[in-house]
């Protein structure tokens, strides 16, 4: 049996959700582009974001733990292979469109610098007066305009709605800047699912590094009211689980994130039906997203974020780590304004094509490195042993 592009769209067509997208209804790529014979738009889509540059730069990007604090701790790709595999189950069960879901999902972090939230913070301070830095925003420019894979035009050229998904990205950590997408307009579910996708990979993947590397102390975090949730659903209490013990702490952040997971949809479903959708257009017209948690979950998982912001992002030894960060990522920038000849040779060629941006493009080139190539890159520039 073969199955064509046209009747993968067919499938969907019969398949999917009245509130999803469909890839044969996609509003197209920004230049012409021929249809594949065996992948839908958006799977096309999301192979393209798989094979570039920036996406296998992640590996060595900071999610919490630089890379030389460990090799078991998450990374930026592992924490963007999470977000994906968590948004595909969210699609499969509220019958949307997984491919267009796994597109936006693999995007939504390629903008992140080296060093995680801290060195997005010191580009932005290091940015003001010269429109300042967002990794959102960088992904949208990366995927648009920076990866050069075709010579016919720049970026991926990918379809409207996985850029969309990229620019209504909204989590407590991102700032929706919907620009040409029609900002009063809801995004799509597959761009509200990748959302949520995001928040319970983070929020449970670090609860999960925090206390394997012994920074959150078990019994604080035991009391919090979704640990209570999930000990009541494991049969245990405090002073039956050790979270110290790895099986015992895989077996708490598995449940973790199946109760979150499972109060996603079972959420979403109860919004999809109050608010009476009954086509996409109707999700598009609503005020507010869809895909959503429960109010207990949501309360819940409010007060998860602020223990781990403050034991966890706030602890000493992340502090340190940040703290060497932002000197890393001050000095190279320092030292690459001051001296533009120090910059490798294709850098230097976007001068003129960026109307001579020197600030932007010193911070696009800061932007694209990994931690240790940011680290290395500090010695080839300051230390005098070190070769260039």
């Known amino acids: 049996m073969l199955l064509t592009r046209e009747e ?6 019969r398949e999917l959700a009245v509130y999803a997208m469909r890839s044969g209804r996609s509003r197209g ?24 540059t920036p996406f296998r730069r992640l590996q060595y990007k900071t999610q919490v733990f630089v890379y030389n604090e460990g090799d078991h701790y998450r ?9 994906a595999q968590i948004g595909r189950t969210l699609a499969r069960a509220l019958a949307c469109n997984e491919d267009l879901t796994e597109a936006i ?46 010579p016919e035009h720049p970026g991926l050229n990918l379809t409207y709605e996985v850029r969309e998904g990229i620019v209504k990205h909204d989590t407590d950590y991102d700032v929706v800047d919907a620009g040409e997408y029609d900002p009063d307009e809801r995004g799509t579910l597959e761009c509200q699912i990748s959302n949520l ?11 999960d590094d925090g206390l394997r590397a012994g920074i959150l102390n078990p019994a604080a975090f035991l009391e919090l009211a979704i640990s209570r949730r999930v000990l009541d659903s494991l049969g245990e209490n405090p002073t039956t689980i050790d979270l110290t013990e790895p099986l015992s702490r895989y077996r708490f952040i598995r449940r973790l994130v199946g109760i979150e997971v499972s109060d996603a ?21 609503r005020g507010r997203n869809m895909a959503a ?27 340190r780590m940040a703290a060497k960060a932002d000197r ?45 190539y940011a680290i290395a890159e500090h010695r080839r520039l300051f230390d005098p042993e070190e070769g260039v």
Do not use: W
């Open 197 to 207: 996708a995001d928040e319970i990979a983070y929020n449970t993947s670090d609860a």
């Open 265 to 285: 949809i079972q959420a979403t479903t109860v919004n999809l039906r109050a608010a009476t959708v009954h086509s996409l257009a109707d999700l598009r017209a």
């Open 29 to 52: 790529r920004a230049h012409p582009d021929a249809e594949h014979p065996y992948r839908t738009a958006y799977q096309r889509d999301r192979d393209r974001i798989i094979h570039t």
């Open 8 to 13: 993968l769209e067919q499938r969907e067509e």
């Open 328 to 372: 890393t990522i001050r000095a190279l920038f320092t030292a690459f304004v001051e001296e533009p000849a120090q910059l490798p040779p294709e850098t230097q060629e976007r001068l003129s094509e960026s109307g001579g941006d020197l600030h932007r493009v010193v911070c696009d080139y800061i932007a694209g490195m990994t931690d240790r």
């Open 105 to 150: 999902c693999l995007a939504h972090d390629l903008g992140h610098p080296p060093f995680g939230h801290t060195g997005e913070s010191s580009l932005n301070d290091l940015m003001q007066g010269h429109g300042g830095y967002d990794h959102q925003k960088q992904t949208y420019r990366i995927v648009t305009r920076l990866e050069r894979r075709y």
């Open 75 to 83: 990374n930026r790709l592992t924490h963007t292979v999470e977000v």
């Open 293 to 319: 948690y429960s109010m207990e979950i949501e309360g819940e998982n409010r007060e998860l974020k602020q223990f781990l912001f403050d034991r966890f992002y706030r602890h000493f030894r992340v502090a």
